[in-house]
């Protein structure tokens, strides 16, 4: 599986129709989670974070400010990676393809992990070993590894 491929004119798609496939349904399922009501999803804390832990009436105030901007950017960067897996966008990724990838790539990362119980080091090490997520463990891997590709063929030489 080669995610990713460097050309002349840049980065490619390379995933097989597949892979696509798979991360066309978990872009989808992204939007649906963007769209829905965020106030009652565990997941919103880990895409949205306090900007400031231990101080509730400051991180409100951040909130206020910044999440919608933050909404629209992610629901932007899921609509993006998406048209590329579905073919409505081809040839070589521009600077802001680049960046709607590595970020929607984050968030259906943060999605699975917080779906998962994934907080840190030693939980993700307990995820191995817990059978409540096989499936779902293996894609949170896949992911990261597709992640990583992107990362090592854009710092890649041309």
């Known amino acids: 599986m080669i995610p990713f491929v460097r050309r002349r004119d840049g980065v490619h798609l ?8 798979v991360l066309t349904s978990l872009t989808e399922q992204l939007q649906q989670v963007l769209a829905g009501d965020l106030a009652s999803d565990p997941v919103a804390a880990r895409m949205f974070p306090d ?3 231990g101080d509730a ?9 910044t999440e919608s901007d933050l909404l629209a950017q992610k629901t932007t960067n899921a609509s993006t990676v998406h048209a590329w897996l579905t073919g409505a966008r081809d040839g070589a990724f521009t600077v802001e393809d680049e960046q709607a990838w590595l970020r929607c790539l984050t968030d259906l990362r943060l999605t699975i992990a917080d779906r998962l119980g994934i907080v840190d080091a030693a939980t ?12 779902l463990r293996d894609v949170y891997d896949w992911l990261g590894y597709v992640q990583e590709h992107l990362v090592e063929t854009l710092s890649a030489s041309h």
């Open 14 to 21: 390379g995933m097989s129709s597949g892979e696509r496939s």
């Open 51 to 53: 900007a400031y832990r």
């Open 57 to 65: 009436d400051a991180s409100a105030e951040f909130r206020r400010w």
């Open 124 to 135: 993700e090490e307990r995820s191995y070993t817990s059978d409540a997520g096989v499936g």
